[in-house]
């Protein structure tokens, strides 16, 4: 009989780890946990949170699957050293028992303006107003501190897991999932379906996994990862204009693009910040194709380091892109453009090697005497010339090309 099926006969205990940023993919995963906790028999689901927060729409589709959970749900922010702040804290407070670690700390609910640039005061009192009403019924249908979620939306205020227990924030402070699970054992959970009763002590635990599709959505929704693909993307594009017909860069530069549009539907992005650094470059590709040898460079370095600054449009550290990263692709996209234009400038200045005035300049020797009024023979580069001089040169001199005409060649005596 396969482990499965020994889940579905045994009691047990579903575990879902969620960390970082709150935003679409942990919401699927999330969604997902509590599903199979419902559909396997789980005795509980045991969501390990740490968060810095999120996404509006991600909790609120998070929290509203708690709430109607058919299985327990408890959210135990874990390990050491975790926190449960902004979205986090719906998300706690929306479970039917919310435990903490010590060491751990929970608040700073503010809402974030996602939709860029600053909210005038009637719409900022709307979205506070709109998340105090949402928290405090959370908070009220699971009998937690209504008072403190209404200050951890409107006050930023964060407590400890001592004081959250203290102020009736959370109803269990536990070292570790063994202890947890002991702790849980006999408590009662209301449910939709009724009252129920853990069984929790000396249970077997189950951790649900992250699919490799929300594993890999996760990592490229971080905004610093979306905007090295946005780069990767560019460049691939300007190197297939570049160098046409090689076919890598411009798939791997499709591919990076598609999927840096993709985080940027679900991060909070400026599509100023996204036009500038369009523009940039467009004016890299402009120079590549029609080198001005320089004003276009120049312009593209300006236009892509301000858009990488206004990217993001919010003030949340978590989704801030990394200011290195920006400095490191904003360097080297500027010092690539600088070499190139450094190589432009010294072919501009380097004398002709070919044709005509590649011939200007060359030394050879005299090997049939030249007069005024008669041409005479002379090898130069390898090859033999007719040439004409403006005064005797006899066999064997050394002479130097001043002019060509067609095939025959001017010299003078070097």
């Given at each position: 009989?396969?482990a499965?099926?020994?889940?579905?006969?045994?009691n047990?205990?579903?575990?879902a780890k969620v960390?970082?940023v709150?935003?679409?993919?942990?919401?699927?995963?999330t969604?997902?946990?509590?599903?199979?906790?419902?559909e396997?028999?789980?005795?509980?689901?045991i969501?390990?949170?740490?968060?810095?927060?999120?996404?509006?729409?991600?909790?609120?589709e998070?929290?509203?699957?708690?709430?109607?959970?058919?299985?327990?749900?408890?959210?135990?922010?874990?390990?050491?050293?975790?926190?449960?702040?902004?979205?986090?804290?719906?998300?706690l407070?929306?479970?039917h028992i919310?435990?903490?670690?010590?060491?751990?700390?929970?608040g700073?609910?503010?809402?974030?303006?996602?939709?860029?640039?600053?909210?005038?005061?009637?719409?900022?009192?709307?979205v506070?107003?709109?998340?105090?009403?949402?928290?405090?019924s959370?908070?009220?249908?699971?009998?937690?501190n209504?008072?403190?979620?209404?200050?951890a939306?409107?006050?930023?205020?964060?407590?400890?897991?001592?004081?959250?227990?203290e102020?009736?924030?959370?109803d269990?402070?536990?070292?570790?999932?063994?202890?947890?699970?002991d702790?849980?054992?006999?408590?009662?959970v209301?449910?939709?379906?009724?009252?129920?009763?853990?069984?929790?002590?000396?249970?077997?635990?189950?951790?649900?996994?992250?699919?490799?599709?929300?594993?890999?959505?996760?990592?490229?929704?971080n905004?610093?990862?979306?905007?090295?693909?946005?780069?990767?993307?560019?460049?691939?594009?300007?190197?297939?204009?570049?160098?046409?017909?090689?076919?890598?860069?411009?798939?791997?530069?499709?591919?990076?693009l598609?999927?840096?549009?993709?985080?940027?539907?679900?991060?909070?992005?400026?599509?100023?910040?996204?036009?500038?650094?369009?523009?940039?470059?467009i004016?890299?590709?402009?120079?590549?194709?029609?080198?001005?040898?320089?004003?276009?460079?120049?312009?593209?370095?300006?236009?892509?380091?301000?858009?990488?600054?206004?990217?993001?449009?919010?003030?949340?550290?978590?989704?801030?892109?990394?200011?290195?990263?920006?400095?490191?692709?904003?360097?080297?996209t500027?010092?690539?453009?600088?070499?190139?234009?450094?190589?432009?400038?010294?072919?501009?200045?380097?004398?002709?090697i070919?044709?005509?005035?590649?011939?200007?300049?060359?030394?050879?020797?005299?090997?049939?005497?030249i007069?005024?009024?008669?041409?005479?023979?002379?090898?130069?580069?390898?090859?033999?010339?007719?040439?004409?001089?403006?005064?005797?040169?006899?066999?064997g001199?050394?002479?130097?090309?001043?002019?060509?005409?067609?095939?025959?060649?001017?010299?003078?005596?070097?």
């Amino acid at each position: 009989m396969s482990a499965f099926l020994l889940l579905l006969l045994l009691n047990h205990i579903d575990i879902a780890k969620v960390s970082g940023v709150i935003h679409p993919p942990t919401a699927e995963y999330t969604l997902k946990a509590i599903k199979q906790a419902e559909e396997d028999g789980a005795e509980c689901l045991i969501i390990e949170l740490d968060t810095p927060g999120g996404l509006d729409e991600s909790m609120r589709e998070i929290t509203k699957a708690v709430l109607n959970a058919k299985v327990p749900v408890i959210v135990y922010v874990y390990p050491s050293g975790a926190r449960c702040a902004s979205a986090g804290v719906f998300i706690l407070l929306s479970s039917h028992i919310a435990a903490m670690a010590p060491g751990t700390n929970i608040g700073a609910a503010h809402p974030v303006a996602m939709g860029g640039g600053k909210m005038d005061e009637t719409m900022k009192a709307k979205v506070e107003n709109d998340a105090v009403a949402y928290i405090k019924s959370i908070a009220k249908k699971r009998g937690k501190n209504e008072e403190w979620a209404e200050n951890a939306v409107r006050k930023s205020v964060s407590v400890t897991a001592d004081e959250a227990l203290e102020l009736g924030v959370i109803d269990i402070i536990a070292d570790n999932l063994e202890e947890l699970l002991d702790k849980l054992d006999s408590l009662e959970v209301e449910l939709e379906s009724g009252t129920q009763v853990l069984n929790t002590k000396g249970e077997s635990t189950k951790e649900i996994e992250w699919s490799f599709k929300e594993k890999f959505f996760s990592k490229i929704a971080n905004p610093t990862i979306a905007y090295m693909l946005l780069m990767i993307g560019m460049w691939g594009i300007i190197l297939e204009f570049s160098h046409p017909g090689t076919f890598i860069p411009g798939v791997v530069g499709g591919i990076s693009l598609i999927l840096a549009f993709y985080s940027f539907q679900i991060l909070p992005i400026s599509y100023a910040g996204v036009g500038l650094i369009v523009l940039g470059f467009i004016l890299f590709i402009m120079e590549v194709l029609t080198p001005t040898y320089g004003p276009l460079a120049i312009g593209g370095v300006i236009s892509l380091a301000l858009g990488s600054l206004m990217l993001i449009k919010v003030k949340a550290p978590f989704l801030q892109i990394s200011r290195v990263s920006i400095i490191v692709a904003v360097a080297l996209t500027g010092s690539f453009f600088v070499f190139a234009l450094a190589m432009a400038f010294r072919t501009m200045r380097r004398k002709p090697i070919t044709g005509k005035r590649g011939l200007v300049g060359e030394t050879g020797e005299v090997k049939e005497r030249i007069e005024p009024s008669l041409e005479g023979r002379v090898f130069i580069a390898g090859e033999w010339w007719k040439a004409i001089a403006d005064e005797t040169i006899e066999v064997g001199e050394k002479v130097r090309v001043v002019e060509v005409n067609r095939l025959t060649l001017k010299v003078e005596k070097k």
